[in-house]
């Protein structure tokens, strides 16, 4: 690769890196091609880029963020980086998903919100983050509630009277 060809990549990168919300570093060495190819369908399906950059291109492209030397210490061997720009915790899941059915695929380490999860982290706490659709329902559920318990105090009054002649009506028909 040339010098103006790996400074396309490391731009790329780490524009990558400017508009992510979390990235999963992935180790899969061992994996067959037609593994690759489907965890690279499935990360596509979420909305996850998935890119095997070179390590050193990867530390260029993060130097100047702060968490730089913490995940250039993950940067070994043959590394995929996932990033995820909406849900954070997309790549998470897909990749816990993965490891069901195919345990060559290693977790090197995460990034959230300039924080260097490991591997375990990754899978037992990114992965299981409610995505934003499920943040969504939670929010409506919490917003409906209120107005739920409002319509019920407005109906009570009128319920309340219904019992009361159907009680009457029942005290008149056995009296």
């Not at 954070?88 to 695929?105: E, G």
């Amino acid at each position: 690769m040339e010098r103006s060809e790996k400074e396309v990549v490391v731009g790329s990168v780490r524009e990558k890196f400017a508009r992510m919300t979390s990235a999963v570093f992935l180790d899969f060495k061992g994996m067959n091609v037609e593994s690759v190819s489907k965890l690279r369908d499935e990360f596509r399906k979420s909305g996850v880029e998935y890119r095997v950059v070179k390590n050193t291109l990867v530390r260029h492209a993060v130097k100047e963020h702060p968490w730089a030397d913490a995940l250039s210490k993950n940067l070994t061997g043959m590394t995929g980086v996932a990033w995820s720009f909406e849900d954070p915790s997309a790549a998470a899941k897909v990749v816990k998903a993965f490891r069901k059915d195919n345990q060559k695929l290693q977790i090197k380490a995460g990034l959230i919100e300039g924080t260097i999860l490991s591997g375990e982290a990754v899978e037992s706490q990114l992965a299981t983050m409610p995505g934003k659709d499920e943040l969504r329902a939670m929010l409506l559920a919490t917003l409906q509630a209120p107005l739920q318990q409002f319509v019920q105090q407005l109906n009570a009054p009128l319920q309340n009277f219904v019992y009361v002649l159907k009680a009457k009506e029942d005290a008149g028909a056995s009296g």
